[in-house]
T-cell receptor
Framework: ETGVTQSPTHLIKTRGQQVTLRCSSQSGHNTVSWYQQALGQGPQFIFQYYREEENGRGNFPPRFSGLQFPNYSSELNVNALELDDSALYLC?????????FGQGTRLTVV | QKEVEQNSGPLSVPEGAIASLNCTYSDRGSQSFFWYRQYSGKSPELIMSIYSNGDKEDGRFTAQLNKASQYVSLLIRDSQPSDSATYLCAVNMGRSGAGSYQLTFGKGTKLSVIP
């Protein structure tokens, strides 16, 4: 157990819809990162939040957006879902020497 | 484009043998390197981190780093069937500072340990 909790664990959405994924970071960790892992690929960095501000972004379009709350939990929002957005979405929290991953949210877009 | 390359495998080794996993990275300025293990359908689990040239041992695992060659490896001694998983090499591309772990991952190497 890493102390990082993601919800929901599984989700099915229709192309064009919007989705919000949630992450509770490990106690004491003020940094949350989001990753997308397509089948058979390594995780790809989407963006990172540090003390409620975006602290870096990977090569993802603006329809991927996020938020971090004062308690350091975080949301990932994806608008106008596409079939290629089907993936495992991973949240990682860090506050020192390592990053810990949550169990992930499996998103299927049909 | 900062990249991390791994052989996708699959790599098959007999139980009790040494499994050797390799990784190269493109950003010469990278400072911290990680190996994650990922079982099918699960999230990545950190098994080793390494920051300076040389070897770092933890139980049956040894990580090796050569910054001049931009090369990281993971050795698993006395491989067990429970080690069968995908091993992901990750390099921190984030700015320095506590918590700024912005990881670039390789595609992973699938390891099968045959009983």
């Amino acid at each position: 157990e890493t102390g990082v909790t993601q919800s929901p664990t599984h989700l099915i959405k229709t192309r064009g819809q919007q989705v919000t994924l949630r992450c509770s970071s490990q106690s004491g960790h003020n940094t949350v990162s989001w990753y997308q892992q397509a089948l058979g690929q390594g995780p790809q960095f989407i963006f990172q939040y540090y003390r409620e501000e975006e602290n870096g972004r990977g090569n993802f379009p603006p329809r991927f957006s996020g938020l971090q709350f004062p308690n350091y939990s975080s949301e990932l929002n994806v608008n106008a879902l596409e079939l290629d957005d089907s993936a495992l979405y991973l949240c990682a929290s860090s506050g020192g020497v390592r990053a810990f991953f949550g169990q992930g949210t499996r998103l299927t877009v049909v | 484009q900062k990249e991390v390359e791994q052989n996708s495998g699959p790599l098959s080794v007999p139980e009790g043998a040494i499994a050797s996993l390799n990784c190269t990275y493109s950003d010469r300025g990278s400072q911290s390197f990680f190996w994650y293990r990922q079982y099918s359908g699960k999230s990545p689990e950190l098994i080793m981190s390494i920051y300076s040239n040389g070897d770092k041992e933890d139980g049956r695992f040894t990580a090796q780093l050569n910054k001049a060659s931009q090369y990281v490896s993971l050795l698993i001694r006395d491989s067990q069937p429970s080690d069968s998983a995908t091993y992901l090499c990750a390099v921190n591309m984030g700015r320095s500072g506590a918590g700024s772990y912005q990881l670039t991952f390789g595609k992973g190497t699938k390891l099968s340990v045959i009983p």
